[in-house]
């Protein structure tokens, strides 16, 4: 158990459902090209990278785990879903780093 700790095995079940399972389902069930921008892109997996962001700094895991749901989203993004959306596995990289940084500026402001 100390070797799934380790290597953070509830980022990577999150990462796994958010960026395969997720785009799967949206092309399964047909969800429009609206839908699945605005909503599954922009909103849900935003909020996803900003929150993995946050809780990577909170819980002092290393730095490289930030880097876990971008790859994964990447993957699911070549497999699932068009062309345009692999560009937005940058932008969750840059939201979650952004995230972890001004985590960790707020927290050192309040010490």
Do not use: D
């Amino acid at each position: 158990m100390a070797f799934l700790e380790r290597i953070g095995w509830r980022y990577w079940v999150v990462a796994l459902i958010m960026g395969l399972g997720l785009p799967a389902l949206a092309m399964g069930i047909g969800l429009s090209p609206v839908w699945r921008f605005g909503g599954l892109l922009v909103i849900i997996n935003g909020c996803l990278a900003i929150v993995l962001g946050r809780g990577i700094y909170r819980r002092t895991q290393p730095g490289w785990w930030l880097l876990i749901w971008p790859v994964i989203y990447l993957l699911g993004a070549v497999w699932f879903l068009p062309k345009y959306t692999r560009y937005f596995a940058i932008v969750y990289l840059c939201l979650s780093y952004l995230a972890y940084g001004l985590t960790q500026n707020k927290i050192e402001k309040e010490s």
